[in-house]
């Protein structure tokens, strides 16, 4: 049949798996607004983030004055900050999902364990590698973004938009950031799948074929100056503080939690919060596909697109035969 689920998965979604319908003829506007309504409410990691970049803004943020000028000690409040959110998202999740096996393998996409040791591994063993990586490089780097733009604000440099002056833009910044990282990853992910770029960059990364948590932000360095860089777009494009985290906490968080290897949270048998998706995880598997996400439909214009069928299988098969056949 082909609409067949993939074999040798413990679980697979409804398939085949369905891009946004913002990019289908003829427009369906109910299910454009759907689409909308199912990736912000009610419980979504996009709204607990938006309320996540708040509490950091309002709590844990040094005040904007202060950031006009560089000094250890708000920078170090900054990186501390986000170590304690990284290690709570990746470690939380990594906790409940895999230590503690609260969910068993219900919703669990690949049916083998993590791994605890090889070669490839920096440290040995795939969670400390992951975690390695995440903190040591994920974490400062995104850091490292938060101050420049903070200072870049701060000093005038990059423009600033307000709630007082422009509060319909305030509001939709933060439904744009989510499309803009979507377009922004598959370009981004297309370049470092150069052969030199992968061989020397993201190989890292791709160390990973089954994935946790800790999975998501484990990159070389150059590939986060790369993944993170996204937040530049503010440069030019007028933002808030609080857009400026939400943006990298949007980055960093849910590489997190879309690498949690889990289709969501249960509660009470029902899955109350998306988290791993499978598109992603078919691409750690199979590699040459699904470079992007479901919001944009890049893949599907460039034929990498895996929807998660046997039929789809076949036709990426065939298309990797054609790329080592070149």
Known sequence: MADAPLKGWNHTPNVPLQVSPFFRWPLRPMAMLGWIWNSWFFLSERLILVGVAFASFYWFQPPLEETKTLAFGWIAEMYVRNLILMSAVAGGL??????????????KYDPRPL????????????????????????VTIWTGYEVLMFWAIANGYAPMVTWAGNPVWFLVLFLLIPIWESFYFYWIHRFLHIPFLYKHVHALHHRNINVGPWSGLSMH???????LGSVLIHWIVAAHPVHILYHLQYYALTAATSHTGFEGLLIKDQNRLRLGTFHHQMHHRYFECNYGSLELPWDQWFG?????????NEQIKARRKRMNSA
């Open 94 to 107: 990594h906790l409940y999902f895999y230590t503690f096996t609260k969910q068993g393998a219900a919703l």
């Open 221 to 227: 360095p150059v590939e986060h100056l790369i993944f």
């Open 115 to 138: 791994m605890k040791n090889g070669r490839q591994f920096t440290l040995g063993g795939q969670i400390r590698d992951n975690m390695f990586w995440t903190l040591a490089s994920g």
């Open 304 to 312: 990498s697109f895996h929807d998660g069928t046997e039929a789809a």
